[in-house]
């Protein structure tokens, strides 16, 4: 497929034409220059990228890196979050832009049009397989972890955070300034704001407050042609679509303007564990009816796992929650509702908001919340997920068969995540994630490993394969549904670009539903030529000869 190079601006085809006979050239050296980058090449595009970037200082070339930089590794290295991709034969990137001013994003989308070169945005890196930083043709990272700046603003309940941001920089940032106001999303601190809030954002309370996308007010993308637009200029169909479909298929996200949302000065958490001895399975199958009904101010995630106590195979399921009220309610609440878990008094744990944020991080009792500002996770591991959608509770049996399934594969974990609440409230159409009413909770599989190679590798893909295809009777069904924040290759891709409108809507609808047709369309519109594209980024109608249907 070609690219549809798009005429640049009058002011940068003046500077363009001083290098244009160089770049012909160089765009089929650029093939190799992963082998063996010559300086030349690295000269002709710096030339450019300074060309077309308008920031005097600093210059785009100190925060460019190539191959022979030393830096370049460390760089690529520092946001893979999962070990699979940290390999020899992973494929690199030609180089690696870290924009420190919105031109340096300008000048990589303009230069690398030109050259022919596919682009990854990276903010924090968290993609489950790694599709912010790999591909299979020549490509370069623009990687955002320089722009990370957080302003908050109380008075008007909203902030402006860049995408190269954590979730911790930003749950920190609001927490200095009020001790009642919060943010929903993700309850891994080192998440990337980038990644996160185009892809739908959902954490503790989701229940009351939606998701991310639920709670963004603007956005600052630069597109395909350089320009920069925020929600005025982009318009309502864009800024719905970079709101849970994926920012990567529209342009380079620079900033969010988000809604706070307010919390009580005082939360309560608790996290309890249960085996299969001390009724596992009733409590689960009674929590199916209880976590997606009960109080949106509560949400209680459980987390199943085989484990092997001494000898003796068992399931054991971690029930965590955060409650936004004090623990006297929220022990009368428990009373009410959820007897069978079998709380005690002294389980509920009364908390500030960002101490609970720490809690759910697994951070020891007493941790500063500084630790939040840390940027490197606690510890790195191979991994792969998936996830699924339940729309009817299941049956004791049911739950009974899935747990003799993780006690035979071993490894496995699973994640419980209620919905209804608030999530039931929000139509389908609001937003490109379609996963709202209907839903009694989302699954996610899990499975890590610590041994290098293609050996551990396999074992540990089919011992999560063999899980997820166990669960298909239990599970959401035409189409069975994922969570694209979960991304999964298995379900599909769009190979090396050329795809049928059935191959691609295979795992558009699994992500997207519906809407995966009105993201075609909002491709079609801002992104014709396919600039934006990777593994799993919505295909443009000229795709497909305008047409959606074969
Ligand atoms: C340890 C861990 C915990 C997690 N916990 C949660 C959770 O609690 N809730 C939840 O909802 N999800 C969770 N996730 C999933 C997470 O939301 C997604 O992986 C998310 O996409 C990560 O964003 P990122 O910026 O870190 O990732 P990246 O890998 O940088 O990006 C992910 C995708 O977004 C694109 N992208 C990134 N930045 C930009 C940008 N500035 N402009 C345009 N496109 C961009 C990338 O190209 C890629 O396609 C977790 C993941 C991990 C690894
Ligand atoms: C894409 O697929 C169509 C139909 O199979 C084929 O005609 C076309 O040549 C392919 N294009 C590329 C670039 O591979
Ligand atoms: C990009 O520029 C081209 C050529 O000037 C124009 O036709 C197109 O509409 C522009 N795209 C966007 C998204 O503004």
Same mark, same amino acid.
């Given at each position: 497929?070609?690219?549809?190079?798009?005429?640049?601006?009058?002011?940068?085809?003046?500077?363009?034409?001083?290098?244009?006979?160089?770049?012909?050239?160089?765009?089929?050296?650029?093939?190799?220059?992963?082998?063996?980058?010559?300086?030349?090449?690295?000269?002709?595009?710096?030339?450019?990228?300074?060309?077309?970037?308008?920031?005097?200082?600093?210059?785009?070339?100190?925060?460019?890196?190539?191959?022979?930089?030393?830096?370049?590794?460390?760089?690529?290295?520092?946001?893979?979050?999962?070990?699979?991709?940290?390999?020899?034969?992973?494929?690199?990137?030609?180089?690696?832009?870290?924009?420190?001013?919105?031109?340096?994003?300008?000048?990589?989308?303009?230069?690398?049009?030109?050259?022919?070169?596919?682009?990854?945005?990276?903010?924090?890196?968290?993609?489950?397989?790694?599709?912010?930083?790999?591909?299979?043709?020549?490509?370069?990272?623009?990687?955002?972890?320089?722009?990370?700046?957080?302003?908050?603003?109380?008075?008007?309940?909203?902030?402006?955070?860049?995408?190269?941001?954590?979730?911790?920089?930003?749950?920190?940032?609001?927490?200095?300034?009020?001790?009642?106001?919060?943010?929903?999303?993700?309850?891994?601190?080192?998440?990337?704001?980038?990644?996160?809030?185009?892809?739908?954002?959902?954490?503790?309370?989701?229940?009351?407050?939606?998701?991310?996308?639920?709670?963004?007010?603007?956005?600052?993308?630069?597109?395909?042609?350089?320009?920069?637009?925020?929600?005025?200029?982009?318009?309502?169909?864009?800024?719905?679509?970079?709101?849970?479909?994926?920012?990567?298929?529209?342009?380079?996200?620079?900033?969010?303007?988000?809604?706070?949302?307010?919390?009580?000065?005082?939360?309560?958490?608790?996290?309890?564990?249960?085996?299969?001895?001390?009724?596992?399975?009733?409590?689960?199958?009674?929590?199916?009816?209880?976590?997606?009904?009960?109080?949106?101010?509560?949400?209680?995630?459980?987390?199943?796992?085989?484990?092997?106590?001494?000898?003796?195979?068992?399931?054991?399921?971690?029930?965590?929650?955060?409650?936004?009220?004090?623990?006297?309610?929220?022990?009368?609440?428990?009373?009410?509702?959820?007897?069978?878990?079998?709380? $005690? @008094?002294? +389980?509920?744990?009364? =908390?500030?908001?960002?101490?609970?944020?720490? #809690?759910? /991080?697994?951070? *020891?009792?007493?941790?500063?919340?500084?630790?939040?500002?840390?940027?490197?996770?606690?510890?790195?591991?191979?991994?792969?997920?998936?996830?699924?959608?339940?729309?009817?509770?299941?049956?004791?049996?049911?739950?009974?068969?899935?747990?003799?399934?993780?006690?035979?594969?071993?490894?496995?974990?699973?994640?419980?995540?209620?919905?209804?609440?608030?999530?039931?409230?929000?139509?389908?159409?609001?937003?490109?994630?379609?996963?709202?009413?209907?839903?009694?909770?989302?699954?996610?599989?899990?499975?890590?490993?610590?041994?290098?190679?293609?050996?551990?590798?396999? $074992? @540990?893909? +089919?011992?999560?394969? =063999?899980?997820?295809?166990?669960?298909?009777? #239990?599970? /959401?069904?035409? *189409?069975?549904?994922?969570?694209?924040?979960?991304?999964?290759?298995?379900?599909?891709?769009?190979?090396?670009?050329?795809?049928?409108?059935?191959?691609?809507?295979?795992?558009?609808?699994?992500?997207?539903?519906?809407?995966?047709?009105?993201?075609?369309?909002?491709?079609?519109?801002?992104?014709?030529?396919?600039?934006?594209?990777?593994?799993?980024?919505?295909?443009?109608?000229?795709?497909?000869?305008?047409?959606?249907?074969?």
């Amino acid at each position: 497929m070609m690219i549809n190079v798009a005429k640049p601006s009058s002011q940068i085809v003046m500077k363009t034409q001083t290098t244009s006979a160089t770049l012909a050239i160089v765009s089929s050296l650029l093939l190799h220059a992963s082998m063996a980058a010559s300086d030349p090449i690295q000269d002709t595009f710096l030339q450019c990228l300074s060309n077309l970037s308008q920031s005097p200082s600093p210059p785009i070339s100190s925060v460019t890196y190539f191959p022979t930089n030393p830096s370049y590794t460390p760089i690529l290295h520092s946001y893979i979050r999962n070990l699979r991709f940290t390999t020899p034969k992973t494929p690199k990137p030609s180089f690696i832009v870290t924009p420190t001013h919105v031109s340096h994003i300008q000048a990589s989308i303009l230069c690398s049009k030109i050259h022919n070169l596919q682009v990854r945005i990276r903010s924090g890196g968290h993609d489950y397989d790694g599709l912010s930083y790999i591909s299979d043709v020549p490509f370069i990272i623009i990687d955002m972890f320089n722009l990370r700046s957080i302003t908050v603003n109380v008075e008007d309940e909203s902030a402006w955070v860049e995408s190269g941001a954590t979730l911790g920089e930003v749950y920190y940032r609001i927490a200095e300034q009020s001790k009642i106001h919060g943010y929903p999303a993700g309850v891994c601190p080192t998440v990337g704001v980038g990644g996160h809030l185009s892809g739908g954002g959902y954490g503790n309370m989701m229940r009351k407050h939606g998701l991310s996308v639920d709670n963004i007010l603007d956005a600052q993308i630069v597109d395909v042609n350089g320009s920069v637009l925020d929600r005025e200029s982009m318009g309502e169909d864009l800024f719905w679509a970079i709101r849970g479909g994926g920012g990567a298929s529209f342009g380079v996200i620079v900033s969010w303007k988000i809604k706070l949302v307010q919390v009580p000065e005082v939360v309560t958490v608790f996290r309890v564990e249960r085996t299969l001895e001390q009724g596992a399975t009733d409590i689960v199958h009674q929590w199916q009816y209880v976590g997606d009904t009960i109080d949106d101010d509560l949400f209680i995630r459980v987390v199943v796992m085989p484990v092997n106590r001494k000898t003796q195979k068992t399931v054991k399921a971690k029930f965590v929650a955060l409650y936004l009220g004090n623990a006297e309610k929220l022990e009368a609440l428990m009373g009410e509702r959820f007897p069978q878990l079998g709380l $005690k @008094h002294e +389980d509920y744990v009364e =908390r500030g908001w960002i101490e609970s944020v720490l #809690y759910w /991080s697994n951070y *020891p009792i007493g941790t500063s919340a500084d630790i939040l500002l840390e940027r490197i996770p606690q510890s790195e591991k191979f991994l792969k997920k998936k996830s699924d959608y339940i729309q009817e509770p299941m049956s004791k049996a049911g739950l009974e068969g899935l747990w003799n399934k993780m006690m035979e594969l071993k490894k496995p974990v699973l994640t419980f995540n209620p919905y209804g609440g608030k999530m039931s409230e929000i139509p389908e159409l609001d937003t490109p994630f379609p996963h709202r009413a209907g839903n009694v909770y989302k699954i996610q599989y899990s499975v890590n490993w610590k041994e290098e190679g293609v050996e551990a590798e396999d $074992k @540990h893909l +089919d011992l999560i394969r =063999r899980l997820y295809e166990h669960m298909t009777p #239990y599970v /959401s069904t035409s *189409p069975r549904c994922s969570y694209l924040n979960y991304r999964d290759v298995d379900l599909g891709t769009n190979g090396n670009g050329n795809v049928s409108y059935s191959e691609a809507s295979v795992w558009g609808t699994k992500y997207f539903k519906g809407n995966f047709e009105r993201l075609v369309q909002v491709k079609t519109a801002v992104d014709p030529g396919n600039f934006f594209r990777y593994e799993q980024s919505i295909p443009p109608l000229t795709a497909w000869n305008g047409k959606m249907a074969e």
